[in-house]
């Protein structure tokens, strides 16, 4: 039999939605008989039916493999690209060495000339990132910061993870520039641990405020995961053009976002003489919220006693 | 069998272990039969679930029951009623100091669902749901410790209020941490526990900082 498919036409209806109702009937057909016969039975019945009838089934059945097909397809892609076992090989670590990356992302390396190893490794960086997000909240909360549009949350896992990501991905993009043997989860796993020195830092001076101290942790703490991070850069590239603009972007990068993140949350504490940073205050003012004025009076007093006695 | 002839078991080794005979299937007779019970059958025995694993949180042991039969519903309770008591500490009437309901909802249900990759990534033998339902579950001595600040901050504000809440909500994060790592940290290789406690230890963390500064208007 020839069947003319030029004119298929079919008017019975949405195949998609006749389509759930012909799986059902085909598979409690294929329970009861084999399917081939199920197969002739379909076909039967669009004869049966007329010209009419026969192009609504066909309609229907080119519909149902269509989404058979549809389905595999989506499954198949979705078993690819959703599959969590991609990311599982980065995160296979031992408590130990997570913890000798940690202090390890503060020592500066001295060789230069050999290119130095980095692990591949994303539990670290991602810890330490949320680690930085619980900070800042706790940051934001205490200098009462009002955001408009969007909440607390948002904006900090915002900037914690864009700074993580975006800065990654734009040293990555520049040490392909540049010619460095870097690979993008290396870098990923570099500025994560970088972000070790930030998390000190913001968790002391959201405690203690005072901007001489805070200065003193931007340069030695910051200064040290910065030199670290720009050791390794340096010791993965060659030329000398290379290394100073890799290097100089990262320092700036990575020490702006310590200060950003310092005045953009920090609160200024009423009361407070601060001698020494006159000139030095950020430009706009914060009133402070009723919440612990306890815990930070007590560790303010502390610290204004310890700084007299030094 | 020869080689089987010189076979000896001592005597110290007991033989023990279950025997089950397996139900049989789903026959359509036992679905039908769930679905023609009156609906205060189906209510209470839901409820009667949910009830069992609350009281699985507060005595944490190493039980199967939360993590074989999970639900969602308890942990859905909590988190609205959370949310809700944690409305109405705006500093101002137009821009909310305080944090907004959907942004509890999302950092709970978040957090849950990193922890759970997390601990998947690292290996585990529990699976999304079962996760999930543990760590919403072990929300509720956070709950209850949201409510004991409420009532507390009702007498009114000042240190010793403070002092109390602080402690309150202390004891009860620890106990929320103690009791979710009671249950997942078992299903991680003995060595690597740090790696899935940390992250829960965050989660509740930053829950019990929004508990406790809470101020209301």
């Known amino acids: 039999a020839v069947i003319d498919m030029e004119n298929m036409d079919d008017t019975s209806g949405s195949s998609f939605e006749d389509m759930g109702e012909m799986h059902q009937r085909m598979k409690e057909e294929e329970e009861e008989e084999v399917g081939g016969e199920a197969g002739a039975g379909e076909e039967e019945d669009g ?33 690819l690209y959703a599959n969590i076992d991609i990311l599982r090989p980065y995160f ?53 910061t009002i955001i408009r549009e969007g909440t607390l949350m948002g904006t900090a896992i915002g900037t914690c993870f864009g700074y993580w990501l975006g800065v990654s991905s734009f040293m990555y993009f520049l040490a392909y520039l540049c010619n460095a043997q870097i690979t993008m989860v290396q870098m990923l796993s570099l500025l994560g641990y970088g972000l070790f020195g930030h998390c000190i830092t913001l968790f002391v001076t959201y405690n203690i405020h005072f901007h001489s101290l805070f200065y003193i942790f931007w340069l030695v703490v ?35 976002f310590l200060l950003y993140l310092h005045f953009a949350y920090h609160k200024v504490v009423e009361g407070i003489l601060d001698t020494l940073e006159g000139p030095n205050m950020p430009p706009f003012q914060r009133v402070a919220r009723d919440i612990p004025v306890v815990s930070s009076a007590v560790l303010n007093t502390t610290a204004k006693a310890i700084a007299l006695t030094l | 069998f020869p080689g089987l002839a010189d076979v000896s078991i001592s005597q110290d080794i007991p033989v023990e272990g279950e025997i089950t005979v397996p139900v049989g299937s789903h026959s359509p007779d036992e679905d039908y039969s769930t679905l023609d019970e009156p609906v205060k059958d189906t ?51 137009k821009d909310d100091g305080g944090p907004q309901f959907a942004e509890v909802f999302v950092i709970i249900w978040f957090g849950a669902v990193v922890i ?41 504000g000042g240190t010793i209020s403070f002092i109390i809440r602080l402690i309150v909500v202390g004891a009860m994060f620890g106990w929320s941490t103690l009791a979710s790592t009671a249950f997942l940290a078992d299903s991680q290789p003995p060595n690597r526990k740090a790696l899935v406690v940390y992250p829960i230890f965050l989660f509740y963390f930053v829950i019990s900082w929004m508990i406790l500064t809470f101020t209301p208007q």
């Not at chain 1, 390794?232 to 290097?247: A, D, F, Y």
């Not at chain 2, 996760?131 to 919403?136: R, T």
């Not at chain 2, 001595?141 to 901050?153: D, I």
Request: proline share 3%.
């Open chain 1, 222 to 256: 910051g200064g040290l995961s910065t030199l670290r991070m720009v050791a390794v850069l340096v010791s993965r590239t060659v030329g000398h053009t290379q290394r100073i603009i890799l290097c100089g972007t990262l320092a700036a990068l990575h020490m702006l």
């Open chain 2, 43 to 93: 209510i209470l025995r839901d409820l009667k679930a949910v009830g069992k694993k609350f009281v699985h949180v507060m005595y944490p042991k190493k039980s199967s029951a939360l993590l074989r039969d999970w639900d969602l519903w308890g942990p859905l309770v909590l988190c609205v009623s959370l949310a809700l008591m944690l409305q109405g500490g705006s500093a101002d009437s």
């Open chain 1, 47 to 79: 004869e049966f039916l007329g010209m009419k009838g026969l192009r609504g089934q066909l309609g229907r059945q080119v519909a149902d493999q269509m989404w058979q097909v549809g389905k595999r397809q989506a499954s198949r892609a979705f078993s």
């Open chain 2, 116 to 156: 759970t990759l997390n601990s998947k990534l690292l290996g585990g033998t529990i699976s999304f749901f079962q996760s999930l339902c543990v760590l919403g579950y072990c929300v509720m001595p956070l709950t209850v410790a949201m409510l004991v600040c409420r009532l507390v901050l009702l007498a009114g």
């Open chain 1, 92 to 144: 296979d670590v031992e408590p130990v060495q997570v913890r000798a990356r940690l202090l390890e992302s503060m020592i500066p390396v001295k060789m230069i000339n050999f290119p130095q190893k980095i692990a591949g490794e994303l539990y670290g960086p991602l810890m330490l990132v949320f680690t930085l997000v619980a900070i800042l909240l706790h940051g934001m909360k205490t200098s009462d």
